[in-house]
């Protein structure tokens, strides 16, 4: 149960954050080219994921470990790295980030900072809060979706 609990605070704070720098991206930079539905087919996707996850884990009472300390821990540190990388990400591009794909003016290809050793970092860190969110789940259907 607290790794329900956590997973539910975590969304909560991912959504939040992400939100929050998705609305800036935008507002700071309305002249550039957006491509807002396969954003929003995004958005709406990982959400509906995120929700089955947990209904399923619920619903369905196949877990990975023997333990809930182990999923804690492991979705835990999991978790914690993902948020890292992706907020590494975000602060190393500084202006040029954006939620989506785009060419902003005086684009550059980074090769500095979490960019020296990752090619997609935004990316990774955002599928590693996944995994992270659906170990805390300590469910094989959770993990699937």
Same mark, same amino acid.
């Given at each position: ?17 992400? *939100? ?35 209904? @399923? ?23 914690? @790295?993902?948020?890292?990388? &992706?907020? &590494? ?10 939620? *989506? ?8 290809? &980074?090769?500095?900072?979490? !960019?020296? !050793?990752? &090619?997609?970092?935004? !990316?990774?860190?955002?599928? @590693?809060? !996944? ?15």
């Amino acid at each position: 149960m607290i790794g329900k609990l956590l997973f539910v605070v975590a969304v909560i704070i991912w959504v939040t954050k992400e *939100n929050k720098a998705v609305n800036w991206r935008i507002n700071n930079n309305p002249d550039s080219q957006w491509d807002s539905s396969s954003l929003q087919v995004l958005k709406v996707g990982s959400t509906m994921a995120v929700v089955l996850g947990l209904i @399923l884990s619920f619903l369905s009472h196949s877990g990975l470990f023997a333990s809930e300390f182990s999923a804690l821990l492991l979705g835990g540190i999991v978790l914690a @790295l993902g948020g890292w990388v &992706r907020v &590494r990400a975000i602060r190393d591009l500084k202006e040029q980030f954006t939620p *989506n794909v785009v060419i902003l003016d005086e684009h550059k290809l &980074r090769s500095d900072g979490i !960019y020296q !050793y990752m &090619r997609h970092p935004g !990316y990774s860190g955002a599928l @590693l809060l !996944y995994l992270g969110m659906a170990l805390l789940l300590n469910n094989t259907m959770s993990l699937v979706v």
